[in-house]
């Protein structure tokens, strides 16, 4: 983008818009050609190399009421300004602020593939909601701050268009460091060069440890929940069970996508059918055992001997499939809820079998 | 237990008609070498090829990268079990050399998950291997031979080259001796030093290739190990060598141990080097239990040791078997350092952790071993395959090594990452 004057959109609530205060909240969007209120600052910061060619403006009480719909119509706004950049806020603590920042940012970002940067105080709860989709710099909890938040948003969105590579990850990626340009991680994880070897600081830290002095744990353990059991089911005879595993047992030619590693994707698939034609989609185990005999990662031929022989009602005809292999534990439950759901909707379902590998 | 370790620096490998080294640089006659492989009768042919750094190579089905040793005060005594007749490993001298690899593909594998390793571009900045000058050694099955059987020839065969090579620098001066020399057991605590230990997970029989462990210790596979005590110079004297294929993992990194090595440094000044408990990840509930408990206790009551380094291998399940262990220990008042390597490059450091145990409240990120990392280069040469050989990848795309970009885990770039703890990476989250 050398030389080129980068087009940008801001966007901005009706108090930093200029509309008015709390009793303005309601306002829809607005549309204001060139930079308004800290936009003027945010201009200031681009210089010469970019300019302000619209700012978006939406009252946090109307965005709040419908966060995906008004993204939605804030992006088509957004989008015929064919922007290269866009900046939202900074929010400060403004919670609806920070969730309409968040919501515009990874609207924006998904659909035009442009760097989208807003700015957040810690606590907002826009910060936990899209870090994942926007670069979120830190920002102090009042907009007295608002000048270095801007300063440093400008200076990380420049950072981030020269595409300069981050020679100390591993695989040189351009991602900037969070500390170094002061924004929240996006929850990704990098493995990163550093001056010590592992078994450095392993014994450095544990020699710390056993003298009783301070160390440094390079990560922070969870807490976990306690998932209580539910209550057993009662008469098998009367009811309809399904089948789930996260074996990595698909269709012949995996029609899901489902990766055999680190995969995100759950899919749902007639049991009959796919007994006929299969495949194994996981890299965590051996699979040789399982494609000889999926039955022994799904239990279909007990089950069937299990109708037959009347202890269980009926086998429901749809097998839930998943690849648990190395996914992040927080998506593992978001599946779950999903896979709960669905067999919520199905209303017929009373019970599921879950194996594992 | 005393070793020394007597390095000499090769700056230059050449074929020529004797193997021998002067001046740092070292001949090696290929004919020779070849017969010497040739005598086991699995293998029918072996293409042998000299690499450089900058050399626009790309070698692959890696199953093992080893560094040139040879015992030089004690016959028949080279990798015991596997070459050498069986004896306890770690006495006497050993001749190494440094700045050159013997870097051992098997290119008829049916393995998905094999090395990789180029000799310029991104992935030879990323590996010291691809620093060094490499002896690669690709054998061919011969007719009948089984395919795991052939795999256990083809390790043979690289130990042989290792053993090879080192000897053929004899009366090369020795640039560096390192001296490792311990007591173990040692429970003098007059110096009123904590004593520490490194509990070292050697293999994990989850990816077994058809259901066969990989030969790794004294010429055997350890699925079913109980927790056993080690002395740290069995590990670096070639005791234990690489599985059969690279994981974060291989003969080269073993025997130059990253947290072996580290305790040693640290013996006499801030703490005392108690040993080493070796032992094998579990695949069942039980027997991860019961080892734990025996892990601990040898940590604890033979091993004497106030504090422990819990090393882990890849993999999920050795992730939560080494995490039973370090909480067995920490019961018993044994403190712990542990190794985790998160699994996913998606969400927190905290995220990733797979125990719930607030007694393991120090946890080292010994590199997320999984990491993607897309590579755009191109090799004008291939060895232990070909420009059409398969590139794994999890997600289901399909890839070759003739491809201007491959995307490819880390764990499979020999020396990239290091499962004993060699390597500089830290995980951060972005």
Not at chain 2, 155 to 184: F, M, N, Q, S
């Amino acid at each position: 983008m050398g030389g080129k004057k980068l087009r940008v959109v801001h966007f901005l609530n009706q108090f930093f818009g200029q509309i008015g205060s709390e009793e303005k909240a309601t306002t829809g969007f607005v549309v204001k050609e060139g930079p308004v209120g800290p936009g003027l600052a945010l201009q200031k910061e681009l210089g010469d190399r970019g300019d302000i060619v619209a700012t978006v403006i939406c009252g946090d009480d109307y965005f709040s009421a419908n966060v995906d719909k008004n993204a939605e119509e804030g992006l088509k706004l957004v989008a015929s300004y064919q922007p290269d950049l866009f900046f939202a806020g900074p929010a400060f603590a403004g919670g609806r602020y920070g969730v309409a920042c968040g919501s515009m940012c990874k609207a924006v970002g998904a659909e035009l593939g442009i760097f989208v940067i807003t700015g957040m105080y810690e606590e907002n709860p826009g910060v936990d909601l899209y870090r994942k989709y926007a670069f979120i710099c830190k920002a102090p909890n009042m907009a007295r701050g608002m000048p270095e938040v801007l300063r440093n948003m400008v200076r990380l969105a420049f950072r981030l268009i020269s595409g300069e590579k981050e020679m100390r990850i591993l695989a040189r990626e351009n991602l900037p460091k969070p500390e170094e340009y002061n924004y929240f991680s996006r929850n990704l994880l990098r493995n990163e060069y550093c001056d010590k070897t592992i078994a450095q600081r392993a014994v450095e830290k544990l020699v710390a440890k056993l003298q009783g002095k301070p160390f440094e744990s390079e990560v922070i353990p969870p807490t976990f929940e306690k998932v209580p059991p539910p209550a057993p089911i009662k008469d098998l005879s009367q009811c309809e069970i399904a089948l789930i595993s996260d074996g990595g047992l698909v269709p012949k030619g995996n029609p899901g996508r489902l990766a055999s590693r680190s995969n995100l994707k759950w899919g749902s698939y007639d049991i009959e059918t796919l007994f006929c034609e299969y495949e194994v989609t996981h890299a965590g185990y051996f699979n040789d055992h399982v494609l000889e005999r999926p039955d022994r990662l799904v239990p279909f031929d007990v089950m069937r001997d299990l109708v037959k022989e009347g202890k269980v009602g009926k086998l429901h005809r749809t097998f839930f499939s998943t690849s648990g292999n190395c996914t992040v534990s927080k998506r593992c439950g978001e599946m779950g809820e999903e896979i709960g759901a669905e067999i919520k909707r199905r209303e017929t379902i009373a019970g599921a079998i879950l194996t594992s590998t | 237990m005393r070793l020394e370790i007597e390095s000499i620096d090769i700056k230059e490998i050449q074929a020529g008609s004797k193997t021998h080294a002067k001046n740092g640089v070292l001949e090696i006659n290929l004919k020779e070498l070849e017969e010497l492989i040739l005598r086991d009768p699995r293998i029918k042919s072996v293409e042998m090829d000299l690499v450089k750094p900058g050399d626009k190579v790309r070698i692959l089905n890696i199953m093992d990268v080893i560094q040139p040793r040879c015992k030089i005060d004690k016959p028949d005594a080279d990798f015991p079990g596997f070459i050498g007749k069986m004896q306890i490993a770690g006495s006497g001298r050993t001749r190494s050399l440094r700045g050159v690899a013997i870097v051992v593909s098997y290119p008829s594998t049916n393995r998905k998950e094999v090395g990789l390793l180029d000799m310029s571009g991104p992935i030879a900045e990323m590996s010291p291997y691809g620093k060094m000058k490499n002896v690669s050694i690709a054998p061919a099955i011969a007719p009948g031979v089984e395919e795991r059987d052939f795999e256990n020839a083809v390790k043979i065969a690289g130990l042989k080259t290792a053993i090879y090579l080192a000897r053929g620098a004899e009366g090369h001066p020795v640039d560096e001796v390192e001296v490792y020399d311990l007591d173990i057991p040692n429970l003098d605590r007059t110096s009123g030093l904590p004593r520490v230990a490194c509990y070292y997970q050697i293999y994990t029989p989850q990816f077994d290739y058809l259901a066969v462990s990989d030969p790794c210790f004294y010429g055997t596979d350890i699925r079913h190990l109980t927790p056993t005590v080690l002395h740290p110079n069995e590990v670096l004297d070639g005791g234990v060598v690489g599985w059969n294929a690279v994981k974060a993992l291989d003969t080269y990194s073993i025997q130059n141990h990253g947290v072996i090595k580290e305790l040693y440094r640290h013996h006499g000044k801030d703490l005392i080097f108690a040993g080493v408990v070796g032992m094998v990840a579990n695949i069942e509930p039980t027997a991860r239990v019961r080892s734990a408990c025996m892990a601990a206790k040898l940590v604890k009551e033979v091993l004497g040791a106030d504090g422990v380094v819990l090393v882990k291998v890849t993999g999920g399940m050795p992730h939560i078997d080494l995490a039973i262990a370090g909480e067995e220990c920490e019961k018993v008042g044994v403190k712990t350092a542990i190794f985790t390597q998160p699994l996913t490059p998606f969400g927190t450091l905290s995220d990733t952790i797979l125990f719930n145990a607030p007694s393991l409240n120090l946890i080292i990120t010994a590199s997320a071993t999984f990491e993607r990392t897309k590579i755009p280069w191109k090799a004008e040469k291939f060895l232990g395959g070909t420009a059409k050989t398969r590139i794994f990848c999890p997600d289901p795309i399909e890839q070759y090594a003739g491809d201007p970009i491959i995307d490819i885990e880390e764990y499979l770039l020999p020396g990239v990452l290091d499962c004993t703890g060699s390597a500089k990476v830290i995980i951060k989250e972005y």
